[in-house]
T-cell receptor, first 114, second 117 residues
Framework: QQQVKQSPQSLIVQKGGISIINCAYE??????FPWYQQFPGKGPALLIA?????SEKKEGRFTISFNKSAKQFSLHIMDSQPGDSATYFC?????????????FGAGTQVVVTP | DTEVTQTPKHLVMGMTNKKSLKCEQH?????MYWYKQKAKKPPELMFV???????INESVPSRFSPECPNSSLLNLHLHALQPEDSALYLC????????????????FGPGTRLTVL
């Protein structure tokens, strides 16, 4: 079963708008939550990651919000640009015997219109 | 250098062929991974190597045979594949937990697009 649930499956946003992607998890042993960006025909690229000891992390136009009690985290893309059009995957992993196993969400295809 | 390289970029093979995929990294990472990714799906973990030893095999069919000849190289040997094995094969690397790092920050290569006829 999928350990990380991601939504929406796809979204269309106008240039300059905000893209929001949500993920939820159940396993409280997860303590590392990365986001990957993947362009067609390319490998996933690590975009930004967060640990449970912070509630928000910002890098440029990309922000992760983390709600430990709700077991949810989200990616906000501010001032979305056509070059941000890609598939975004959230993921989660723990630091114990599950090392090496990134649990991916199903992915969100983001299209930014000019 | 934060790059993982993979060769070839594309590979077409018949069901009776034997071929190999190659992955290389020079980040000093001692954990390396093979993933399989189907269209519009997330990557699926196949194998994990830690210090050149196989540590995780996610019940992958024996027609896929991984090999880690040294700390920078990872190969995936392919034999008698099926058309449903057509996919993007991704290699990734990360620090190993035995180095004391806590978080599994994985860096992916560009992948090899495999088509099995």
């Amino acid at each position: 079963q999928q350990q990380v649930k991601q939504s929406p499956q796809s979204l269309i946003v106008q240039k300059g708008g905000i893209s929001i992607i949500n993920c939820a998890y159940e396993n409280t042993a997860f303590d590392y939550f990365p986001w990957y960006q993947q362009f067609p025909g390319k490998g996933p690229a690590l975009l930004i990651a967060i640990r449970p000891d912070v509630s928000e992390k910002k890098e440029g136009r990309f922000t992760i919000s983390f709600n430990k009690s709700a077991k949810q985290f989200s990616l906000h893309i501010m001032d979305s640009q056509p070059g941000d059009s890609a598939t975004y995957f959230c993921a989660a992993s723990g630091t114990t015997d599950s090392w090496g196993k990134l649990q991916f969400g199903a992915g969100t295809q983001v299209v930014v219109t000019p | 250098d934060t790059e993982v390289t993979q060769t070839p970029k594309h590979l077409v093979m018949g069901m009776t062929n034997k071929k190999s995929l190659k992955c290389e990294q020079h980040m000093g990472h001692r954990a390396m991974y093979w993933y399989k990714q189907k269209a519009k799906k997330p990557p699926e973990l196949m194998f994990v190597y830690s210090y050149e030893k196989l540590s995780i095999n996610e019940s992958v069919p024996s027609r896929f045979s991984p090999e880690c000849p040294n700390s920078s190289l990872l190969n995936l040997h392919l034999h008698a594949l099926q058309p449903e094995d057509s996919a993007l094969y991704l290699c990734a690397s990360s620090q190993d937990p035995r180095t004391g790092v806590l978080y599994n920050e994985q860096f992916f290569g560009p992948g090899t697009r495999l088509t099995v006829l």
